[in-house]
């Protein structure tokens, strides 16, 4: 059953940023299996009828291309993916709770194709009005940009914002208002993951497989 996350995680990952080492995480290992990731299974479990099962990540940071080596996340996420390195998030950390939803890295051949959909007359206004949706629910757009145009696409293009996207997420932060450690959680998060499904749907469409 899930319950939302109780203090204790958010307290785990304020002090985690602190004492990032083995030592620290595993003398509150107990904290991270109970607060942590106990009611994120609960909650993704929840989620499942609807959305698919969640690939819960691995508290341990690949450190095999980083210079900074501190050995764990400050972060517990989890996705329902939807297409290739897109899908449903959600996470906890420190700074509270927060979902989101669009890709989050695409190969060339799938972001070419992602942009000609982008430049497209009918599909690329659809995506405007998927993320002007978004943004008036209170989303955030993010994601890696380019600073100029991509190659082969006009800087006064109309839709040149979304053409320099990289990556394209929508996020909705919750922080740690009192809703993140009740059950009242799951519904919210629900209803968010509703609102970013055309997103999710249009990214399927368009995106190369």
Do not use: C
């Not at 929508?170 to 993140?180: K, R």
């Amino acid at each position: 059953m899930f319950t939302g996350f109780p203090e204790a995680a958010l307290d785990f990952y304020d002090d985690l940023e602190m004492d990032n080492s083995r030592t620290f995480f595993q003398a509150h290992r107990h904290i991270y299996d109970t607060a942590i990731l106990a009611p994120m299974r609960a909650l993704t479990d929840l989620l499942a009828d609807e959305f698919g099962p969640a690939k819960i990540y691995r508290p341990h940071r690949d450190l095999r291309f980083s210079k900074d080596k501190s050995p764990y996340k400050t972060h517990q996420g989890a996705v329902v993916p939807t297409a290739p390195s897109a899908g449903y998030y959600v996470e906890v950390s420190a700074a509270g709770v927060r979902v989101a939803g669009g890709f989050y890295h695409a190969e060339p051949d799938r972001l070419a194709a992602l942009r000609t959909a982008i430049d497209h007359e009918l599909y690329g206004p659809e995506l405007e009005r998927i993320v002007a949706a978004l943004t008036a629910d209170g989303f955030v757009l993010g994601g890696d940009r380019l600073k100029t145009a991509p190659r082969g696409y006009p800087r006064d293009h109309p839709r040149i914002a979304l053409l320099r996207h990289r990556s394209l997420t929508a996020t909705f932060d919750y922080g740690f208002a009192p809703l993140v450690h009740t059950a009242a959680l799951a519904d919210r998060v629900r209803a968010h993951w509703r609102a970013l499904t055309p997103l999710q749907e249009w990214i399927t469409r368009h995106g190369a497989h």
